[in-house]
């Protein structure tokens, strides 16, 4: 670490702000607050539920303003995770358990700052100067008094550049795949909720692409708009459909079990294992355990197929309910329900597209039918849907198919670059290897 520098964290500040000591008046909706249980290093926790009113935020922030780039990281519960501030999180408020940094200029760059404060030597620093048993925490006057070593300013931008550029690319394809998840649900909603194309028709639309109402190419626009009817019958349905039950949409509903956890044989194997916990994503890529094939023998584990929905049908706050589409084979536990479409009825993209957005309704219904609110398999295979011909939903699977591609090839390009990341990362901050080492490797 030759021409590296060590000095006190405070000494290389221009900005600490710490709005610690109370928390700010909540408003139903407003300016999103940043606090420590959204601040995730691996990106925020969507959707920020805690909001202030917008004429409230100038009462409440008046220790300073943050600026883009500045960096924020939780001092308690949890201790070290850090973000770095962009043109849309700079406008949110500054709540409990974080602190927002800002470089002092020429001396420490923001941006390495943010990932000089993950790497493993600063987050074993900021746990030694931490109080506190069951949870750590750090006092401001301990986090001023935190060494931190850098290179000179240039060599600090570059090695920041280069992490942020992995981030960045990671931040695009989320992003990219928030649109095209909404793209998916929005053709879903006007096909099969408010029967789009239908409507149109009674309301005089005759040309193909009036019809379908989307930006559609015509000769796609012409091929898809024959396929709904000009009318709606006595139920409300377009003419020829039928309200049916999710059973008969899928080949098989089933929840799974787990392993005994104190046979030590049954864990760590080859084979990746579900929770309730992790349907918290959209498109799952893979698990957080793994079992063994001892495991699956001595259990009541079953394994659901790549592209089953997955929906988690117990757990705690608001994990009940929560819907996944799987995109890998996988173990399940038995707070987990499989739904696996009926390939001569719907695509599996289809079935997920229906499922997802129910999960106000399968809160509901597992609250009334059951003393623990918990959602089985009898319960969701019995709920009422929309039946449309076959053509129909095959013609829904080849738009939205494409879409859910793109959605996991994304996934899996951010998964290899935060593998990557993570190497690079405490090397670079530790002076173990070179910048040109690391563009070499990136």
Not at 134 to 162: D, N
Not at 166 to 181: A, V
Not at 243 to 269: M, N
Not at 334 to 350: G, I, R
Request: glycine share 8%.
């Amino acid at each position: 670490m030759d021409n590296w520098t060590t000095a006190n964290l405070e000494d290389c500040l221009d900005a600490l702000l710490d709005y610690r000591g109370k928390s700010p008046k909540k408003a139903p909706t407003g300016i999103p607050v940043l606090s420590a249980k959204v601040v995730k290093t691996d990106g925020l926790l969507r959707p920020i539920e805690q909001t202030i009113a917008p004429d409230y935020y100038d009462k409440w922030m008046v220790r300073g303003l943050p600026a883009v780039g500045d960096v924020v990281m939780t001092t308690e519960a949890p201790l070290g995770e850090v973000i770095q501030l962009d043109d849309e999180s700079v406008r949110y408020a500054l709540g409990q358990r974080i602190v927002c940094m800002r470089g002092k200029e020429g001396v420490l760059d923001s941006t390495f700052l943010r990932y000089a404060l993950v790497s493993p030597q600063q987050q074993a620093n900021l746990a030694a100067s931490a109080t506190g048993t069951t949870v750590l925490g750090i006092s401001q006057k301990a986090l001023r008094r935190i060494e931190i070593s850098f290179p000179e300013i240039v060599e600090q931008r570059k090695i920041g550049g280069l992490l942020a550029q992995i981030d960045d690319k990671i931040e695009l394809n989320r992003r990219m795949n928030e649109t095209l998840e909404e793209m998916a649900r929005a053709l879903f909603r006007d096909w099969f909720v408010d029967f789009g194309p239908t409507r149109r028709q009674m309301e005089g639309a005759t040309d193909p692409a009036a019809i379908m109402g989307q930006a559609f190419p015509p000769e796609k626009a012409a091929e898809l708009a024959p396929l709904f009817p000009a009318r709606l019958g006595e139920a409300g349905l377009p003419e020829g459909w039928s309200l049916g039950l999710i059973g008969d949409l899928c080949a098989r509903i089933f929840s799974g079990g787990t392993p005994k956890t104190t046979e030590a044989r049954y864990w760590g194997g080859e084979l990746p294992w579900l929770s309730s916990g992790e349907t918290r994503d959209s498109f799952l890529l893979s698990t957080e355990k793994t079992i063994t094939q001892a495991g699956v023998d001595n259990s009541s584990t079953r394994e659901a197929n790549e592209g089953s929905t997955v929906i988690a049908s117990a757990g705690q706050g608001k994990t009940r309910g929560q819907t996944s589409y799987l995109a890998f084979n996988s173990y399940i536990n038995q707070s987990v329900v499989a739904l696996e479409a009926n390939p001569n009825v719907l695509p599996a993209s289809v079935l997920y597209l229906d499922l997802e957005r129910r999960y106000e309704e399968f809160r509901s219904v597992s609250d009334a039918h059951s003393s623990r609110g918990s959602l089985t398999t009898k319960l969701l295979a019995g709920l009422p849907t929309v039946s449309a011909p076959k053509d129909v939903f095959a013609a829904l699977g080849g738009v939205v198919g494409p879409l859910f591609e793109k959605i996991i090839a994304n996934k899996k390009e951010s998964q290899t670059l935060a593998e990557l990341r993570d190497l690079l990362l405490p090397k670079l901050m530790s002076g173990e290897i070179r910048l040109k080492d690391a563009e070499a490797t990136l």
